[in-house]
Structure formats: C-alpha cells, structure tokens
C-alpha cells in the first residue's frame, strides 16, 4: 500500500493569491478539471505528466508552470515514488488574461531566476507576518511571468528613482509599527509595485520588507534591554507574535530574543 497524501494548504493574508497548497501525493491521479484561478507549481521531486487543453506536458524540478484559469487539465506522477509541489493559486486579475494562450502553448517555463523566486515565495508565503515580502516576492514573480510568457509586450525597465527610493523609507519609518502594503505604498506614492521594490533595492542595497524587519528588531532590542518581556514587545514593535519576532531575531543577531535579554541582565 502506497503511504498516505501529505498536504497543507492554507488562504495567506496576501491580497491577489487565493490559495497556497504544498503536497507530497505517491499514486494520486488528478482527474479533468479547471480552476478559476492560475495555477503556479514548481515540483520540488519527482515528475507530473498532465495534459493542458488535450495537449501533453511534463512538470519537474527546474520547470515553473503557470497554468491559466479556465483551461482543462489533469495530473498524475510521472516516476515510481510520486511528486511532491508547491502551488500559489493567483486571482484571476493577477495576470493579463491576454496572457492565456502565451500559457496554453508554453506552459512550462524553465527559467532558474524565476523558479527561484517562486520557490522565495513560498518561502515568505508560509511566515504569517511577513505579508510585505510576499507581495513584493509576488510582484517581482508576476513581472517574471509577463517577461517570460510575451516578451515583445513586457513593460519597459524603468531607471532607478532614488528620490522615490527616499519617500517610501521616509513612509516604512513612519508606519514600522503598523506597517504598510505594498500596493498602499504604491497608491500613495504614484510608484508601480516592483518600480518601487527595484529602486529602493538599487538605493539602499535592501528590499523594503527587509529594511522594515530591521527598523522592527531595533526598536525590539532597546526595550528588551529596558527589561520588557519578549511576548510583549513582539506586538508593540509590530510583529505578528512572539514566534515571529524570535524567527527574525535569531535571523538577525544569532540568538532569540529571551537569550538577548538574559545576556543584558547578567
């Protein structure tokens, strides 16, 4: 007997992605069926031979492929052992609809940067907390797509803006606490979503999610050096909880944030 199906998916708090579903399937076969979402799976073992639109394709290690809403597939493992995927379900509206014949014709897109960031994605996708990286993450991959999928329509590079660089630290500053979306950044400053995340990265060598977890850990630092407890700053410094402060701590200076604290008393 096969060992059973392992799958975890979940809704993140990421405005544009409907669904997350990681999963380890040994002798699962997807039957025809559709979603009204695209579908972006990278195969992280294994090999997926579907048909898209009565049209054979494989998925494997190395590949990312964008299936487009609507459009009739299947699904079943390639090689003895099964698959194991990771999926971003994205709206509908994510993506130019104009896009799914690019799909249909291409579906697999082997592309190392790209499957990279996907797989960063997930990575940022799983950390409850942390939504500012996954929709910058989600940006840059959507971008990636479109380049991809209709190269002769991609959006031009648009030159670094070190002036727009400059408002959006000024707003991350202002709103370390509270936090900002990256689309409420966009709004307010007039920016395009990955214009903003390229140019801040190009002027300050640090993605905006990053720059804001660090303004984050300071502010944690000086009042667990004033005797506060972790559980406490976690949420006036504007992380989700505790776990997610430790996460970013440790990441940072090497300890959590209960051994820092401990080390300043002794």
Do not use: C
């Amino acid at each position: 007997m096969a060992p059973a199906a392992q799958v975890r998916a979940w809704r993140p708090p990421v405005e544009g992605v409907a669904e997350v579903l990681h999963a380890r399937f040994h002798d699962h076969a997807y039957p025809l069926h559709t979603h009204d979402t695209w579908t972006l799976l990278i195969v992280d073992d294994g090999v997926v031979t579907y048909d898209l639109d009565r049209h054979p394709h494989g998925a494997l290690d190395g590949v990312v492929t964008l299936l487009p809403p609507h459009v009739p597939h299947d699904g079943r493992a390639a090689v003895a052992g099964g698959f194991r995927k990771r999926v971003v379900y994205l709206e509908e509206d994510q993506l130019d609809l104009g896009l799914v014949g690019a799909a249909v014709d291409h579906p697999g897109l082997r592309d190392p940067e790209l499957r990279a960031a996907v797989a960063a994605l997930h990575t940022s996708l799983a950390a409850r907390g942390d939504e500012l990286e996954s929709e910058s993450r989600l940006a840059m991959v959507r971008d990636g797509l479109v380049r991809r999928l209709r190269p002769a329509a991609a959006p031009p590079v648009v030159p670094s803006d070190p002036a727009l660089a400059g408002r959006l630290r000024e707003l991350l500053d202002a709103r370390v606490v509270d936090g900002v979306s990256l689309d409420q950044a966009a709004a307010e400053l007039g920016a395009a979503p990955t214009h903003l995340v390229r140019s801040f990265g190009q002027a300050y060598g640090i993605a905006p999610h990053r720059y804001l977890t660090g303004r984050r850990v300071d502010r944690a630092r000086r009042l667990l050096l004033d005797g506060r407890r972790p559980a406490e700053v976690a949420a006036e410094v504007g992380f989700y909880d505790q776990a997610h402060l430790s996460r970013h701590f440790r990441r940072t200076l090497g300890v959590t944030p209960g051994a820092f604290a401990n080390g300043a008393r002794g």
